[in-house]
């Protein structure tokens, strides 16, 4: 999919630089009629190689997601009352130990969701996994103990999240506004994995007790 997006914004490119060429050509003929309709082509060709361009730097983040994708394996031990540490393997071969304070591990994630047109154009729902935490079975004790969240999405270059709200024109190509959470008890050890699907994550144990 990425290849796809930087070879049509390539293209487009090509053909708006092609079309700026025609545009000086006919400028220096005088033929005026010609250089509108050169200078709208090209225009149009460079807008649209920009749209695919930004497309294709805001996926850089994200994962294909096709029915059900393994997002990750977590194994967490309890470390004292309320207290944990979980070790999280992705799929691009990152490892990562955090100290949480909970009673149980939560992970969240944006969803992007495009519209069903474009998924004629090879466009389909992907993923990227936002943030770690510890989480407390009791409200009162979300509001008055320690709490611990962690990052696990990496700095994209382009947020296509900020662009959607800052860009209305962009509601017409993809729902980018979808979270989705789960969590898992950790009074014991546990082995745990990270799936999500198109309806959004959810955790497959394992092992437990081990």
């Known amino acids: 999919m990425i290849d796809w997006l930087m070879a049509t914004s390539i293209g487009f490119g090509l053909l708006g630089l092609l079309f700026m060429l025609a545009g000086v050509a006919s400028a220096r003929r005088r033929r005026f009629i010609r250089l509108s309709l050169h200078t709208t082509l ?91 935490a510890g989480r407390y079975h009791l409200i009162e004790d979300e509001r008055r103990r320690p709490r611990t969240v962690y990052q696990l999405a990496t700095d994209p270059l382009l947020d296509l999240f900020a662009l959607r709200r800052r860009y209305a024109w962009l509601e017409s190509v993809v729902d980018a506004e979808y979270g989705s959470a789960a969590f898992f008890p950790t009074r014991d050890r546990v082995a745990i994995e990270l799936r999500v699907s198109t309806t959004g994550l959810l955790f497959r144990p394992l092992m437990k007790a081990f």
């Open 42 to 132: 090209a225009l149009a060709c460079l807008a649209s190689g920009a749209l695919f361009l930004t497309l294709q730097l805001s996926l850089q983040s994200y994962r294909a997601l096709t029915r059900e994708d393994l997002a990750a394996t977590i194994h967490a031990e309890p470390v004292g009352p309320s207290q944990f540490r979980v070790t999280i393997h992705l799929p691009d071969g990152r490892t990562d130990s955090y100290w949480m304070a909970g009673d149980e591990v939560y992970v969240d994630a944006h969803i992007l969701k495009w519209k069903p047109w474009a998924n004629l154009f090879g466009l389909h729902t992907a993923y990227e996994l936002d943030r770690i």
